[in-house]
């Protein structure tokens, strides 16, 4: 059968015919005229090189063909009318969705684990899948299906995502709990004394915006490691006198081997917000699973 020829409607017709097996039952069934229905049985006797139904002395008896097509043509129907019904209507305790999100090693910890959390009491069947936040690729991802979600910095380029800003995020400075130099009300002097640990999630690199920022002030601080992941950061300053900038989210367990220092003087911060492509956007799962998110962010 040539599969091009392929017609939904035909499908619908056919299911009818075979439940009716009157052409005057189907097409009062499918609210169509008794001309129409009837065109649409020689489509499929066209299609499927077969009479399908013979004129009968009470209405129409079905072929051996169209008996093998009962099962497989209801089946397949009734699974698509579920699936557009629940793109439609989600009930997140009995759904069964992979929701795939890009994201960076801190967004992962900061939104990622506690949203797995709160799924497994919410929606278990719900599974999410994270990749690496690609920030050369990401949008194309979007628009291709291969991400559904992306957490990260939002700004003009991306005005055709949709977009749900989640909040901004400041940074503390950490060191071991016992740290000598660590203070409240540390200055900017004492603060580039002191030995830092960076993160350069690209690799190798011992600047980043911030020390733009002291540039303008003229100072530069101290870098001894550049590190590729904030999740490495924590545990190598709890065990020597480095320190480190990090989000202020990535510490919402407190440890009890660190030392947390606010900088009023350091206005830097950063955006994340939840991107998605207008192909997600109206499927009712993903919508759940975008505000679930935001009902999980609080001010800290």
């Given at each position: ?135 050369a690729q990401f949008e194309q ?18 005005a055709h995502l949709r977009t ?86 990535l510490l919402q367990v407190k ?46």
């Open positions: 059968m040539d599969t091009t020829r392929l017609d939904l409607n035909l499908l619908l017709t056919l299911e009818a015919l075979l439940a009716e097996q009157n052409v005057t039952k189907a097409a009062v069934r499918l609210h169509l005229s008794q001309p129409a229905v009837s065109a649409q049985l020689n489509r499929l006797r066209d299609m499927f090189d077969d009479p399908l139904l013979i004129p009968a002395r009470r209405g129409m008896t079905p072929t051996a063909k169209a008996l093998e097509l009962i099962v497989p043509v209801r089946e397949s129907l009734e699974k698509l009318r579920q699936t557009l019904q629940s793109h439609k209507d989600f009930h997140p305790e009995r759904a069964i969705l992979t929701v795939t999100i890009s994201c960076t090693d801190y967004t992962q910890a900061a939104i990622v684990m506690p949203l797995v959390l709160a799924l497994r009491h919410k929606a278990p069947g719900v599974r999410i899948a994270v990749r690496h936040y690609n920030l991802q979007l628009a291709s299906g291969e991400v559904d979600i992306t957490i990260a910095s939002h700004d003009a380029t991306h749900c800003h989640l909040y901004d995020e400041t940074y503390v400075l950490i060191g071991r709990r016992d740290h000598p130099a660590l203070k409240e009300n540390l200055s900017i002097e004492e603060f580039v004394q002191l030995e830092h640990v960076i993160v350069s999630p690209s690799g190798g690199s011992f600047t980043t915006p911030i020390d733009d920022a002291l540039a303008t002030f003229g100072h530069k601080r101290n870098v001894v490691m550049s590190a590729a992941t904030f999740l490495f950061v924590p545990q190598i300053v709890s065990i020597s006198d480095l320190v480190a900038l990090v989000p202020r989210r440890s009890e081997q660190l030392a947390v220092v606010d900088l009023p003087w350091l206005a830097e911060r950063f955006d994340l917000s939840l991107m998605w492509h207008e192909r997600s956007h109206s499927h009712a799962g993903h919508r759940w699973v975008r505000e679930l998110i935001a009902e999980m962010i609080s001010p800290t």
